[in-house]
């Protein structure tokens, strides 16, 4: 039954995409009417049902791409559209009954394993990185952020809208789901997790919503007034904006990660359209 789950979910997509072929030519449409100074050079939309899957975050191997939603993770070809295997119900019953986990957030795959924030959103008292196969998408492992100040108050205590994981040194960097964050922590993965050390930020950036490294520096995607995406020196805290989205009004900017095409970076990036029916998956040069 497992092995005709990628042929059943691709024929699934089929029949869906036919139903929704007005509703994606109306929400390119609005998408191609509304647009100031677009920025991307390329994209994709997926309109309808299958918009959920592409909700929250993504994340690449270099060649196949991930997606995540609320509760959903997947796995597509680089065309990002077809399915390779998906796990629909990504949040174990176990880190449900124990932390009353709702939430997966941004992604960020390292070493053939997915990293993923992990919140019982809304209310906040557990964060969490999960850490799947990326493979099968199974939940391997997973890691509380449990780390706490003097007076005993949780670090991250907001939330875990998103992780990156530095390539370099295998340090899991994260930040609590701040409006207007000041620090960011960065955990080493190799040793159950251990939290080594912060940034303090310069400020400049809001609602961050994604993060991705490339060439050594933190690339951290906003939902901000521009839905701008931002380049972060780890060593400083200092960022520089790099190129700002500008969305139709009132969609929702989302998570990214950067791919190496033709020896040259290349981000995609996610965004809800403001109807909240379709999702479009974009591509910066910078």
Not at 90 to 119: C, Q, V
Not at 238 to 247: A, F, G, V, W
Request: aromatic share 10%.
């Amino acid at each position: 039954m497992a092995s005709l789950l990628p042929a059943l979910s691709n024929a699934l997509s089929v029949i869906m995409a036919v139903l929704f072929i007005p509703l994606s030519a109306l929400t390119y449409g609005i998408d191609a009417i509304s647009a100031s100074v677009r920025t991307d050079k390329a994209r994709i939309n997926v309109a309808g049902v299958s918009a959920w899957f592409y909700s929250q975050g993504i994340t690449t191997d270099g060649e196949n791409f991930y997606f995540s939603s609320k509760n959903t993770l997947i796995k597509t070809q680089a065309d990002k559209k077809t399915l390779i295997t998906a796990n629909y119900s990504a949040i174990p019953d176990e880190l449900k009954a124990r932390f009353n986990t709702k939430h997966i957030g941004g992604i960020s795959y390292y070493g053939g394993k997915i990293y993923a924030g992990m919140e019982d959103s809304k209310v906040f008292e557990h964060p969490l990185v999960g850490v799947f196969d990326a493979g099968t998408l199974e939940l391997l492992e997973y890691y509380p952020l449990d780390d706490r100040d003097d007076e005993g108050n949780l670090l991250v205590k907001k939330g875990v809208p998103w992780v990156a994981v530095n390539p370099d040194d295998g340090y899991l960097y994260a930040a609590e789901n701040n409006r207007t964050p000041g620090v960011i922590y960065y955990y080493d993965i190799n040793n159950g997790m251990r939290r080594i050390g912060e940034i303090r930020l310069c400020g400049g950036m809001s609602m961050i919503q994604g993060a991705e490294f490339s060439n050594g520096k933190l690339l951290l995607a906003t939902n901000d007034e521009t839905q701008a995406i931002y380049s972060l020196d780890t060593e400083t805290g200092e960022n520089e904006k790099i190129l700002d989205r500008n969305l139709t009004a009132g969609s929702e900017g989302e998570g990214m990660t950067v791919i190496v095409r033709d020896g040259k970076a290349v981000i995609t990036a996610l965004d809800m359209g403001p109807l909240f029916v379709n999702a479009f998956v974009r591509e910066y040069e910078f």
